[in-house]
């Protein structure tokens, strides 16, 4: 696996009756990298990595000495490093175009006279379908069968895609439909913290890491995994046995003392944190939690923190090992030889963590004490606006004026199973336990169960008006659910099981009952979702839900009985009892120890070896997909869901040289915190939009159009998609909201698609400015591809989020960002003329100039910018066109040679 390194750190270590070898940071410290011991755990997995991987070229001495070095500098030295992840983690959404793009480069293998078995994975790869279930129906004991049937229906194409896959790769396997969300089985089942592999005929052990086409893969960092979410190109170049580069990070210690008090949730706790890491400021940066309060936490709960560090911007939240990490492994059934693996192993590397130990080195630290977490939402937009739950009354009537332009006031009449009510600003119209984050940890489902079970007994009811839902993201869920005897309280309320999978929080929600839907837009509603999820951005759950906040699962359900965000729960009622007298939130909460105990007595090893014990066989329905193609894929020409991409067509052995930018046109001025999802929705496709316009020539009726997510192995739906999320705001264009912009010099107003399209026949480059933190939120690689596909050819903006600027990267688009102040002293209007010159003779950062033109003033600026282009290797994919295109040149010299 890797060449026995220049400071001979290999050494042996006996478990039981079993000798592993493995890469000993005491013999390098020993060895002369001093100061290794105190680095937090995080750089000590990435020096093991580094040990482990050393071959004097993609890792030499130099890198070892770099990353020793992290100790005095502390980060604050630029060097690059590559990192070899053991395995990757796909879901649906992001990994069937993944694949996709993995079936195109076999095509362009044979293309180029190379070997198409070249183009397979090196390195363990999972995909778990888990964001294809749609909440179609609910609220009934026939909601799951429903909503499963449909999902069959909609994604046959791509379940058949997938299946091919999983038989044509090797190292590739798929987790079918219906198992769970993929951080919950990487959590609960695929996770072994200490990994193990072949080494010369010995056994090898070395950190369980890994990354993922989901930004949220850092969950896993709360089992002492170091993982990240990057983008389906970079994922795809992992696969392919290509390191990841990456600069040497800051890590920023957060410590934690104390314990949660009565009432406050792991929930509540993610949402202080995530507030005030945002407040910090640590994108790019590692974040390692330590200090006496790890103790009083449960593992599942040091999950749930790290599930949400894209919320507040870090690459990671990672955890060290501990005791609890241990009684996990145990608890979720791993092998007794694996989890005595990783006691010894941390032990002896350094990486396990007791109260009372020496603080290790950090770049920067802030502490928590957990005593003093308050009940908290997080909303109306971001998941770093956190309310506390006594003030989020108050706070949403505020925003009502100061997000969405509107009076306190505001109704419609609405008819529902022949009763009229009427709903109004603030109501609450989804309430939804959903997302990773939350149905992983029992402590919070459980609580949700006794707050239905206690409201139930009181005679309370779920408002008319609410969409109510249960998707958990396992079986496990449901199987101790039922077993704690909750299951039947949360279905009288209509928290019926929907499915197993990412589904509201992914913008999976499904329809409003049409009365509900029509009542909202007819009074131009701001109407409200609630939900157990980590995102909560703009046009991202429903759309005609305005105004979305992020809450425990038990605060789920209380909106849910109060249905208006306009109700203060903490001194409000939640109804009439079933004796005529109020009930408060205050009568229904449970206590921690009721929720402890039932967890205690409920959630069992045997829950798990049974759900996992053949957890890659699928349902029947899966079972059934017949599987067609061999070493390439039999690409359906009329299908509207999986179609061969153009990034390879045509492509050369040596690549066309890069251009200067010369009288570009600008396609996009965008403000700040443009997220992803804005770039590319993942959620419903409206059906005058260019993808509804496309999909509806195709014959494809409305009711079948599925969501931008599902159809993101279609570039011709995808690209049209492009900057078409309806909430999204062009300056150029500032009084019309969604995807449009104006073309010049005509000055017609149209879609930004259309526009592209047309600066494309015109033979004209493109540009898209915006503000700070351009490209927040999910790993999505096709906000980078449409951008490309587009023809957009750089981004400027005041500053990047991670994982977006990688991608654009690895597609071949330039992230440029300002030096001085951004584009709102430049009042760009959109009829400027942009070059760029320079990019011949392009460097890693390097300061470039972009010229303005506005030709009808004859207004001239010339504005510094730095090339967020960052490291040698990053500028070799720009070179080649994006990384794959870099890979696959590779591969094909390396068959040919």
């Known amino acids: 696996m890797a060449s026995i390194d220049s400071l001979q750190t290999r050494r042996e270590l006996t478990v039981g009756d079993k000798t592993y070898v493995y890469y000993s940071l005491r013999a390098a410290e020993a060895a002369g990298l001093a100061g290794v011991s105190t680095l937090p755990v995080s750089m000590k997995v990435l020096l093991e990595n580094l040990l482990r991987n050393e071959d004097g070229m993609s890792v030499g001495p130099d890198d070892l000495r770099a990353l020793a070095a992290w100790v005095e500098n502390r980060g604050a030295v630029q060097h690059e490093i590559s990192f070899r992840p053991a395995r990757v983690l796909m879901q649906d959404f992001t990994g069937v175009p993944a694949v996709v793009d993995l079936a195109a480069m076999r095509d362009a293998m044979t293309h180029l006279g190379a070997d198409p078995e070249k183009i397979n994975p090196l390195n363990p790869v999972d995909l778990v379908i888990d964001h294809s279930v749609m909440v179609d129906f609910f609220g009934t004991a026939k909601a799951f069968g429903g909503n499963v049937e449909r999902e069959y229906e909609r994604n046959i194409e791509r379940y058949r895609f997938l299946r091919w896959g999983s038989s044509a790769f090797n190292n590739f396997r798929v987790v079918p439909p219906g198992t769970g969300i993929c951080h919950q089985v990487n959590l609960e089942y695929l996770a072994q913290t200490v990994w193990t592999g072949d080494e010369s005929g010995a056994t090898l052990a070395y950190p369980d890491t890994v990354v993922g086409t989901d930004s949220h893969t850092t969950m896993i960092n709360g089992l002492s995994v170091l993982g990240w979410g990057v983008g389906g190109i970079e994922a795809e170049a992992a696969m392919l046995g290509q390191p990841i580069p990456m600069l040497i990070p800051e890590v920023i210690g957060f410590r934690l003392v104390g314990a949660l008090p009565e009432g406050a949730t792991a929930t509540d706790l993610v949402l202080t944190v995530t507030q005030m890491l945002r407040k910090k400021g640590v994108v790019g940066k590692f974040v390692e939690f330590y200090g006496p309060g790890l103790a009083h936490l449960t593992l599942e709960d040091q999950a749930t923190i790290a599930n ?147 409201a139930v007994e009181k005679g309370l009811t779920v408002k008319p008006w609410v969409k109510t839902s249960l998707a958990p993201g396992t079986l496990v869920v449901t199987d101790y659910l039922k077993s704690a005897g909750l299951t039947k309280s949360l279905d009288a309320l209509g928290f019926n099981l929907v499915g197993y999978g990412c589904t509201t929080c992914i913008g999976n929600s499904g329809p409003l009952p049409e009365p509900i839907s029509d009542a909202v837009q007819k009074g131009d509603l701001v109407a409200v979702s609630v939900l157990s999820g980590n995102r909560n951005f703009e046009g991202r759950v429903n759309p005609d839900v305005r105004a979305n906040y992020l809450a425990s699962p038990p605060l789920v359900v209380a909106y849910a009985l109060a249905g208006s965000m306009q109700i203060d729960l903490t001194t409000e009622p939640l109804g009439e009892g079933k004796d005529g007298k109020p009930v408060y939130l205050r009568d229904i909460w449970p206590t921690s120890e009721e929720v402890a105990a039932l967890q205690r007595k409920h959630v069992t090893g045997k829950m798990f070896a049974a759900r996992y014990g053949d957890v890659f066989k699928g349902d029947k329905s899966w079972q059934a997909i017949k599987v067609a193609g061999g070493q390439t894929y039999a690409w359906e020409m009329g299908s509207t869901y999986v179609q061969n991409p153009p990034y390879f067509q045509d492509m050369k052995m040596e690549p066309e040289p890069v251009t200067d930018i010369i009288e570009g046109r600008i396609l996009g001025v965008f403000g700040d915190s443009i997220t992803t999802d804005h770039i590319s929705p993942a959620g419903s496709i409206k059906l005058t939009s260019p993808a509804g316009v496309y999909l509806r020539d195709h014959q494809v009726p409305q009711s079948e159009f599925n969501s931008y997510g599902a159809r993101r192995g279609n570039h011709e739906v995808m690209m049209r998609g492009t900057f078409a999320n309806i909430r999204i705001r062009n300056k150029i264009v500032p009084e019309i909201e969604g995807g449009m912009t104006k073309h010049f010099p005509s000055g017609e107003v149209m879609s930004i698609y259309d526009a592209a399209m047309r600066y494309q026949s015109e033979g004209r ?105 960052d490291t040698p290797t990053e500028l070799e994919y720009f070179k080649n066109g994006g990384v794959l295109n870099y890979v696959l040149r590779n591969l094909a010299r390396d068959a040919a040679a």
């Not at 300002?818 to 890693?844: D, M």
Request: hydrophobic share 40%; charged share 25%; with cysteine.
């Open 308 to 454: 949400m560090a894209p919320e507040y911007g870090a690459t990671c939240g990672f955890f060290p090992v501990t005791r609890q990490t241990i009684d996990y492994l145990t608890a979720t059934n791993r092998d007794a030889e694996r989890v005595a693996l990783v006691e010894a192993y941390a032990r002896e590397q350094g990486m396990w963590h007791e109260p009372g130990d020496a603080d290790p080195v950090f770049t920067d630290a802030l502490e928590l004490d957990l005593a003093s977490v308050l009940p908290s939402l997080a909303g109306p937009k971001r998941p770093q606006d956190r309310v506390v739950t006594s003030e989020a009354a108050q706070e949403f009537k505020l925003a009502l004026s100061r997000e969405f332009g509107k009076p306190e006031t505001g109704s419609a009449r609405v008819a529902v199973e022949g009763e009229t009510y009427d709903v109004g600003h603030g109501d609450v119209v989804i309430a939804a336990i959903t997302s990773c984050t939350n149905t992983s940890n029992p402590s919070v489902l459980i609580a949700a169960g006794l707050v239905a079970k206690k």
């Open 765 to 869: 480059p493109q540009v898209v400015f915006a503000g700070k933190e351009y490209g927040t939120g999910s790993s999505r690689d096709w906000a980078a591809k449409g951008t490309k596909l587009l023809g957009v050819r750089a981004v400027i903006a005041e500053s990047f989020e991670r994982i977006h600027r990688s991608n654009l990267v690895g597609m071949g688009v330039l992230p440029l960002q300002f030096l001085q102040e951004g584009w709102h002293k430049l009042n760009l209007t959109g009829e400027e003329i942009v070059s760029i010159r320079g990019l011949t003779e392009l460097a890693p950062r390097k300061q470039l100039i972009i010229e303005l033109y506005r030709p009808s003033t004859g207004y001239i600026a010339r504005i510094p910018v730095r090339c967020r282009i």
